[in-house]
């Protein structure tokens, strides 16, 4: 089982950036996708980005054109760039691997343990 630990988040003003960053215990390849997910307090964890094994992105549309998702496989290391950071994007940042079996379409989620991002108006 893969262990994710994230780094990055911390307290920013409004309008500035944080680079978020995802060290994996063993090849992010073997993945079929990576992701960072947000969750407040009483609200459901929601997907802010994610990239597939072959390099494919996809954004929350509130986050769109502010934030880019990268990964190093050499490195085992997922990143999220957070530009323009809005008081509405304050939340616990969660990294995700994601397995999918093809054959029954049955998935594995792995997650980190969160790291805090807070932006000030």
């Known amino acids: 089982q893969v262990q994710l630990v994230e780094s990055g988040g911390g307290l920013v003003q409004s309008g500035g950036s944080l680079r978020l960053s995802c060290a994996a215990s063993?090849?992010?390849?073997?993945?079929?996708?990576m992701g960072w997910y947000r969750q407040t307090p009483g609200k459901q964890r929601d997907m802010v980005a994610r990239?597939?094994?072959?390099?494919?992105?996809n954004y929350a549309d509130s986050v769109k054109g502010r934030f880019t998702i990268s990964r190093d496989n050499a490195n085992n290391t997922v990143y999220l760039q957070m530009n323009s950071l809005k008081p509405e994007d304050t939340a616990v940042y969660y990294c995700?691997?994601?397995?999918?079996?093809?054959?029954?379409?049955?998935?594995?989620?792995?997650w980190g343990q969160g790291t805090q991002v807070t932006v000030s108006s």
């Open positions: 995700n691997a994601k397995s999918v079996v093809a054959v029954t379409g049955t998935y594995f989620d792995y």
């Open positions: 063993k090849s992010i390849f073997s993945y079929d996708a």
């Open positions: 990239i597939t094994k072959y390099g494919n992105t």
